[in-house]
């Protein structure tokens, strides 16, 4: 049995790491830290816990957590993150990091985009974790860099483009709608009700989303060249799912057909990525709960354009679920273990 530590169990992640690792056979969850409710059961935080986890909520203290745990989950801020996975790393635990600050391989781009690193060294020890593309660097990696909910969404719809060469890699536009727990539990204006019921609205406009960064650079990876996106984030009146419909100029003709035909065999045996036949497409509705991306990529017959289109739940593929999926990788059990839930619905 391994023992599990959820560093920042009181936000909607670190819930959601609880609510999947309860159902995982080879875990026990033995550690849930929270600054803000240190001393509450969590049951009291998350009531839909009673009776299935009581554990009590710790101060974070890096090394009381290493001594309960084999594997740690930071689902912290960026730069709290950074600041004590080197002492988890030190004492020789493995790290699946649900923050930004081990995303960005460049300290530099890092500082940009966030802020100055504490720990640059150990950027280039970490593995990006988006197992379809990255599977064989996560197995055994000591410290894995689960990706953003934005970039995951993106990444997944573009990549067998990309790697066939298929698109001219600088016409790629990204418009993503994210239901509002993407901006976390901690309160904040434009999260209230009235603020976000019956509304749908654009932000983070003209590149200065922070995912931006880590979908550039993956994406540029897969292309083998580097590229800029226009990425535009939008906000849903819903609880969770992110829906990404994103656009390219092909560079050599393309029909639905042969599309749906490359996506099929290049996601074939993937567990977790279901790619749509002709004439269906996504919706959050159908992976709602799960660690399921749907994909369905077409040309648009009037002006030639390809549009991807890809649905996920931002909680579970987008952050926790895939969170489990590389601690599988990387601790050497079945990768599906504890992730096979179906999708709620409605």
């Known amino acids: 049995m391994l023992n599990v530590a959820i560093v920042g169990a009181s936000g909607y992640t670190g819930l959601e790491l609880i609510r999947i690792l309860h159902c995982h056979p080879e875990v026990a969850v033995t550690c ?20 299935r986890c009581d554990l ?14 084999d594997v740690i989950f930071t689902a912290l801020p960026h730069k709290a993150a950074m600041e004590v996975v080197p002492t988890f790393l030190k004492l020789g635990k493995t790290v699946i990091d649900l923050s930004a600050d081990y995303r960005l391989s460049d300290p530099d781009v890092y ?30 990696a000591r410290l894995v860099a689960n990706p953003g909910c934005y970039p995951t969404s993106i990444i997944l719809g573009l990549a067998p483009l990309l790697k066939k060469g298929l698109i001219d890699p600088h016409s790629i536009i990204a418009d993503s709608a994210s239901g509002t727990s993407g901006a976390g539990r901690s309160a904040k204006v434009d999260g209230l009700y009235c603020e976000v019921n019956e509304g749908f609205k ?4 003209g590149g200065a989303h922070r ?40 560079a050599k003709e393309a029909t639905t057909e042969k599309l749906v035909a490359l996506y099929e065999e290049f996601y074939r045996g993937e567990p977790f990525v279901r790619v749509l036949p002709q004439g269906s497409l996504p919706s959050t509705a159908f992976v709602r709960g799960s660690n399921f991306c749907d994909i369905a990529p077409l040309v648009d017959g009037r002006t030639g354009r390809v549009i991807v289109v890809s649905a996920i739940d931002n909680l579970v593929k987008g952050a926790s679920g895939q969170a489990v999926q590389n601690m599988n990788l990387a ?12 999708a709620l619905f409605p």
């Open 211 to 250: 995912h931006t960064p880590e979908i550039e650079q993956e994406l540029s990876l897969l292309a083998g060249a580097g590229l800029k996106i226009t990425f535009t984030p939008h906000l849903v009146p819903m609880d969770r799912g992110i829906l990404s419909t994103i656009y390219a100029t092909p």
């Open 111 to 140: 500082g940009a985009w966030y802020e100055k690193h504490l720990n640059p060294a150990n950027l280039k020890k970490a593995v990006y974790g988006l197992p379809e593309i990255r599977r064989a660097k996560i197995k055994g």
């Open 331 to 342: 601790c050497g059990f079945p990768e599906t273990l504890g992730l096979d839930g179906l």
């Open 56 to 69: 009590v909520l710790e101060n974070l203290e890096p090394v009381r957590v290493a001594e309960k745990a």
């Open 202 to 205: 654009a932000y983070g406009v």
């Open 32 to 51: 849930l830290t929270s600054e803000q409710s240190a001393g509450k059961r969590v049951s009291d935080v998350f009531p839909t816990l009673r009776g």
